[in-house]
Nanobody, 115 residues
Framework: QVQLVESGGGLVQPGGSLRLSCAAS????????MSWYRQAPGKERELVAL????????QYADSVKGRFTISGDNAKNTVYLQMNGLKPEDTAVYYC????????WGQGTQVTVSS
């Protein structure tokens, strides 16, 4: 049974940092592509960052380049999203995704950037 469990969201002031975690189980983590998406109220879900677990290739949305870093720990079957320099426009529900099988999503974690 594939499971993706996100954690680490919360309320942070502009300029602050958060680290999101996504614990994966039920599939071969090291052979998959892991991604973080986000969805703000009234907007479509958008890709934030992805990493190929096997080769460590990383890609980022232009809006987060230089501020966010995606990483993975194959021993822990966990992918992280370090978010620095947070802005109010980063406010959204953040979802973890894997391309394994037909694709799976986590339940999401809320990130709110506000003073």
């Amino acid at each position: 049974q594939v499971q993706l469990v996100e954690s680490g969201g919360g309320l942070v002031q502009p300029g602050g940092s958060l680290r999101l975690s996504c614990a994966a189980s039920g599939f071969t983590f090291s052979s998959s592509v892991m991604s973080w998406y986000r969805q703000a109220p009234g907007k479509e879900r958008e890709l934030v960052a992805l990493i190929t677990s096997k080769f460590g290739i990383r890609q980022y949305a232009d809006s987060v380049k230089g501020r966010f870093t995606i990483s993975g720990d194959n021993a822990k079957n966990t992918v992280y999203l370090q978010m620095n320099g947070l802005k109010p426009e980063d406010t959204a529900v953040y979802y973890c995704n894997t391309n394994y099988g037909s694709g799976y999503w986590g339940q999401g974690t809320q990130v709110t950037v506000s003073s």
